[in-house]
T-cell receptor
Framework: AQSVTQLGSHVSVSEGALVLLRCNYS??????LFWYVQYPNQGLQLLLK??????LVKGINGFEAEFKKSETSFHLTKPSAHMSDAAEYFC????????????FGRGTSLIVHP | IAGITQAPTSQILAAGRRMTLRCTQD?????MYWYRQDLGLGLRLIHY???????GKGEVPDGYSVSRANTDDFPLTLASAVPSQTSVYFC???????????FGPGTRLLVL
């Protein structure tokens, strides 16, 4: 079975501050991990994904995430938040030995204050 | 390239009515998915299709049906809508189940 937990339904940061969005996963096989972003009234789009190559994955818009097997984590970071980063962020895991269809977390809303 | 289109954009529906949400992709992806998004619950998989001619049940399939007659289209049908089906519905596609998913803009459905 696979699951993903996103800690914190809302994260609030000031513009220019570090962004840290937390994601922990559970899987019985080596996982593929994804971060997606959803801007208001839009569908989701991929930020970055981990596919068992480099553990530090760089994505679009300055975001990156590090796969830590020992901690079963895949936290998303960005050194300096922009107002345009305000959105909903979803972590997803694909790990089941059957269909491999990803399971999504409940999402974290990032709020950026001027 | 349009990617994924969904129709309608939004709909108000009386309980008990039948409704089909349309989804079309032009990327020749093998896999397609239907999700519903509800506040605080994230995205939940309703049905999926790994390839044309096959479908499977997701986490919340009750009250919904799908078909995959060809590669491009993956309609979702609510046979008899109920208020608990009020949600935002997203269609997505990918080349395979572990590949990047591409999402449509969503359909906002209100069942009264």
């Amino acid at each position: 079975a696979q699951s993903v937990t996103q800690l914190g339904s809302h994260v609030s940061v000031s513009e220019g501050a570090l962004v840290l969005l937390r994601c922990n996963y559970s899987s019985s096989v080596p996982p593929y991990l994804f971060w997606y972003v959803q801007y208001p009234n839009q569908g989701l789009q991929l930020l970055l994904k981990y596919t068992s190559a480099a553990t530090l994955v760089k994505g679009i818009n300055g975001f990156e995430a590090e796969f830590k097997k020992s901690e079963t984590s895949f936290h998303l970071t960005k050194p300096s938040a922009h107002m345009s980063d305000a959105a909903e962020y979803f972590c997803a895991v694909s790990a089941s030995g059957g269909s491999y269809i990803p399971t999504f977390g409940r999402g974290t809303s990032l709020i950026v204050h001027p | 390239i349009a990617g994924i289109t969904q129709a309608p954009t939004s709909q108000i529906l009386a309980a008990g009515r039948r409704m089909t949400l349309r989804c079309t992709q032009d990327m020749r992806h093998n896999a397609m998915y239907w999700y519903r998004q509800d506040l605080g619950l994230g995205l939940r998989l309703i049905h999926y299709s790994n390839t044309a001619g096959t479908t499977g049940k997701g986490e919340v399939p009750d009250g919904y049906s799908v078909s995959r007659a060809n590669t491009d289209d993956f309609p979702l049908t609510l046979a008899s809508a109920v208020p608990s089906q009020t949600s935002v519905y997203f269609c997505a596609s990918s080349q395979g189940p572990r590949e990047t998913q591409y999402f449509g803009p969503g359909t906002r459905l209100l069942v009264l």
